[in-house]
């Protein structure tokens, strides 16, 4: 059986835009390089101490005249005192506060905890710390019901379970004035200014969206208003909001936890907890930086031409103006209830806020070989899934089936593993999955995967032409899916050999790649002879 993997980057060649655009249909201008200066490489002497936490989760540190760099644990953390080390406890959440045993501010800011002035003594709350007696608070706690793939990865559980939802955006409001925000901790916490007396209009608000580093709302999940069958250009109307979810303070006042129930809306949330991860896997990878500002369209009965698919197409929509966009299919097939497909479009998003896509995009097929643009390109989606998630597989459910791939394995629950043959050269086409393979495989050599992501953001992997000589194709597939109409564009494209490249330039093990590529049966990537800028 194949199942064909609708969407994921769009494809679409990226065109100027007016001043005035805004719009679905209208292309986000963005320049060939990230819009951040890139940080250059260090060489050991030039660390700025022996060890060092290159972000919450990266520990760096110069050994034998060589920088070593270590991820940490899933339930650790990188901290600087009282020395350079990994120590257990999860990473914060951006914007939570909390007090120390001294009674000083603590704010969690890109992923650590950093002092604030405080003029009197920090008062703790749950989930929260306050300067001084902030008044009447209400404090709780936010799950939202969600489902996974069962043991043999062939179903959704049929029941639910409540999980905590960490990261959204929580206010307090009496009748129409907002008192008080807050993002809710790891485990759900959050702790707001109330009413001394509660009315039958005061709430409290959950949302989906989460905020950047200037404060404002900088990513979320949004109901367009537009059910049925859509094009992914659609422009969504004034029926979009970002998904939230609302109790009133009389109801909190006799019960703190804060449920979203399916009938509510859970899979929307669970969308969010996802996109969370996301944004904070790739600030902690790249220096606390932002990614593009998206929005991440699903309405339940909303499906989508292109299944499940991103673009970083600017639209303004919900209240706020977004660089990018995710669409995900709201049908029968409950796909939401997928962290691997989801965190997988996040990975088209990564690449497009920190590196240059292909921008070969279109329906493409488990098992079976496409363009190495359009192979890279996903590829390096699956890839990050696997890598945000710390999980090799990859799931996802389409056409009533749920299906797996395995990239440590090379194993898929629906197809043959399709692998290159070395005869063919760089340009043959490659499966996807084989492309994702290579870069687990690669980056599981080592203590880190960090080198993996500055190849992304590398200015060979951000500046046209490529040195492997690369063109962008456009094609069609017929009904049985096919290829149709194919058409070489003449305009440069990267694909996994300039990424081989920026990686070995960079000092990665040649060793390690020829192990993950086996360049002389499958995907012959010459390492030892990379084109360096």
């Not at 006042?253 to 669970?270: H, K, L, Y």
Request: proline share 8%; glycine share 10%.
């Amino acid at each position: 059986m194949v199942l064909g993997l609708t969407g994921c980057d769009s494809g679409e060649e990226l065109r100027p835009c007016a001043v005035d655009c805004e719009g679905a249909a209208c292309v986000a201008c963005v320049s060939s390089l990230p819009d951040d200066t890139l940080r250059p490489a260090l060489a050991c002497n030039q660390l700025p101490a022996p060890s060092r936490c290159l972000g919450p989760r990266v520990l760096e540190r110069c050994e034998g005249g060589a920088v070593h760099r270590e991820d940490c644990a899933e339930d650790t953390v990188c901290v600087e005192s009282p020395v350079v080390a990994c120590v257990t406890g999860p990473a914060c959440v951006d914007g939570v506060s909390r007090c120390t045993d001294s009674r000083a501010l603590q704010v969690c800011t890109n992923g650590r905890w950093t002092a604030r002035a405080c003029d009197v003594a920090c008062e703790a709350a749950p989930g929260r710390g306050f300067c001084g007696a902030p008044g009447p608070t209400l404090s709780g706690t936010v799950r939202y019901a969600r489902r996974f793939p069962d043991v043999a990865f062939r179903a959704w559980t049929s029941d639910v379970e409540p999980v905590p939802a960490r990261g959204f955006l929580v206010v307090s409001f009496q009748g129409g004035k907002m008192l008080d925000s807050q993002v809710t901790d790891a485990a759900g916490r959050f702790t707001l200014k109330v009413p001394s007396t509660f009315q039958e209009d005061d709430r409290v608000v959950v949302y989906a969206a989460g905020r950047g580093r200037d404060g404002a709302v900088a990513y979320a999940v949004a109901d367009p208003g537009l059910p049925g069958a859509q094009p992914m250009t659609a422009v969504p109307g004034d029926a979009a909001r970002i998904w939230s979810w609302t109790r009133t303070l009389r109801e909190l006042s006799t019960g703190p936890d804060f449920t979203v129930g399916e009938s509510e809306g859970s899979g929307a949330a669970a969308v969010f907890d996802v996109l969370g991860t996301a944004w904070r896997r790739m600030r902690e990878r790249y220096g606390g930086r932002d990614g593009l500002p998206v929005v991440a369209w699903l309405g339940f009965g909303t499906e989508w031409s292109c299944g499940a698919c991103f673009a970083p197409w600017r639209v303004t929509a919900v209240g706020r103006s977004w660089s990018a966009q995710l669409w995900l299919p709201g049908d029968s097939d409950a796909a939401w209830w997928s962290d691997a497909m989801v965190m997988h479009e996040l990975g088209h998003w990564v690449m497009a806020s920190r590196g240059t896509s292909p921008e070969e995009g279109g329906p493409h097929y488990v098992g079976v070989p496409t363009f190495p643009g359009q192979a890279w390109s996903e590829g390096w989606a699956t890839w990050f899934s696997a890598d945000a998630r710390r999980s090799p597989r990859y799931y996802d459910r389409q056409g009533g089936t749920l299906f797996w791939v395995d990239l440590s394995a090379r194993a898929s629950s629906v197809s043959p593993w399709t692998r290159p043959h070395a005869e063919d050269g760089l340009l043959q086409s490659v499966d996807e999955n084989e492309v994702a393979a290579i870069l687990y495989r690669t980056a599981a050599g080592t203590p880190s995967s960090q080198p993996l992501y500055d190849a992304l953001s590398a200015p060979a992997m951000n500046r046209a032409p490529w040195a492997r000589g690369y063109t962008r194709h456009t094609w069609t597939r017929d009904a049985k899916g096919a290829l149709a109409n194919v058409v070489d564009t003449g305009r440069p494209s990267p694909f996994l050999a300039d990424f081989l490249d920026a990686l070995v330039c960079q000092g990665f093990p040649q060793a390690l790649v020829d192990s993950a590529t086996e360049p002389a049966t499958a995907f012959p990537y010459p390492s030892h002879e990379p084109l360096c800028p």
